[in-house]
């Protein structure tokens, strides 16, 4: 398989990822509409199964002595990564209640391209190629425009603390993809999840502790979500993304995983009936060709990689 090819695949893997993210949103509606589960305790037991399910893989394939290796040869990549993402996504949903979902989602997912996309200039001392820079504005522009027309509302009570949870969330989400790339080249996809969300539940469960409400649920439909939510939108997820983190760079992923609120608002149009404005069509075909773009080595938001697997 040629570069090009497998720049393509794990863009295609990346964007596959962020499609599953995007449909999580609306999982955690309905499990609160038949428990009232806070974000925090859905993200700790979506992060426990996921861990749960990826051991269980691990064992059935005999394989579980390469999450041992990882831990020994790597331990502090692997609490970055893991730790790393349950930050990242803690964060998020504080800022979420603070300042709304529209800033949040602009601040958190638009920053981390961005800084990427400079760390990558600095690392290289050259300034992104017009193609490159054309990507990510398209990108960002498309993100507003989905994330503002999506949700009106007022921000929310504390306007300067949300939006500086939502920077922490972007700016923990750019240097966790950074560092799950760097480890993903040497890693199975499957071991480095299973090694993340491990490390990922054993920071958010002791998290129960302190939220308010029920920290566990007996309702059918709402264990079923919870699954969902573990085994693809976590487990499979990042399996894929880690897999597409071998052959595109860090900034590639993560501009292309502004998939993700397009996916959401989509689903929302599809599944409960909310409208989507002219303004928001109009982001999800920026976003969409935005990443299109990505698939071009002149316009991809990151230097293309050579496939570990060829080397």
Avoid at 117 to 127: D, K, N, Q
Avoid at 244 to 255: E, F, K, Q, Y
């Amino acid at each position: 398989m040629s570069t090009h090819s497998s720049h393509l695949r794990g863009l295609t893997e990346v964007a596959a990822a962020s499609v599953l993210w995007g449909t999580g949103g609306l999982a955690v509606q309905l499990i609160r509409e038949h428990d009232d589960l806070s974000p925090v305790t859905i993200s700790a037991w979506r992060m426990a199964l996921a861990a749960a399910v990826l051991l269980a893989a691990l064992l059935l394939a005999r394989r579980g002595g390469e999450l041992l290796d990882l831990a020994r040869s790597s331990p502090r990549q692997l609490l970055a990564v893991g730790v790393g993402t349950a930050a990242y996504q803690g964060f998020y949903f504080v800022s979420v209640t603070q300042v709304g979902v529209a800033v949040s989602t602009v601040v958190s997912l638009g920053l981390a391209p961005v800084l990427l996309t400079v760390a990558e200039s600095v690392r290289h001392r050259s300034a992104p190629a017009p193609g490159r820079l054309a990507v990510l504005v398209a990108a960002l522009t498309g993100l507003v425009l989905v994330s503002v027309a999506g949700h009106e509302s007022s921000t929310g009570p504390a306007p300067v603390a949300g939006v500086v949870l939502a920077i922490a969330s972007g700016t923990t989400y750019a240097l966790t993809t950074a560092a799950g790339g760097s480890i993903s080249r040497t890693t199975s996809p499957l071991v480095l999840t299973s090694g993340m969300t491990l490390v990922g539940a054993a920071v958010l469960l002791p998290c129960l502790a302190l939220v308010d409400g029920p920290r566990v649920t007996t309702d059918v439909p709402a264990l079923a979500w919870l699954v969902y939510l573990g085994v693809l939108t976590m487990a499979l997820a990042y399996v894929l993304l880690y897999s597409g983190l071998r052959v595109v760079a860090p900034s590639t992923a993560v501009t292309a995983s502004l998939v993700e609120p397009v996916t959401a608002a989509v689903v929302a149009a599809v599944v409960l009936g909310e409208t989507l404005g002219p303004a928001a069509v109009v982001g999800i075909l920026l976003v969409l060709g935005a990443v299109a773009g990505l698939g071009r080595p002149t316009a991809a938001a990151g230097p293309v990689l050579p496939d570990p697997e060829l080397g």
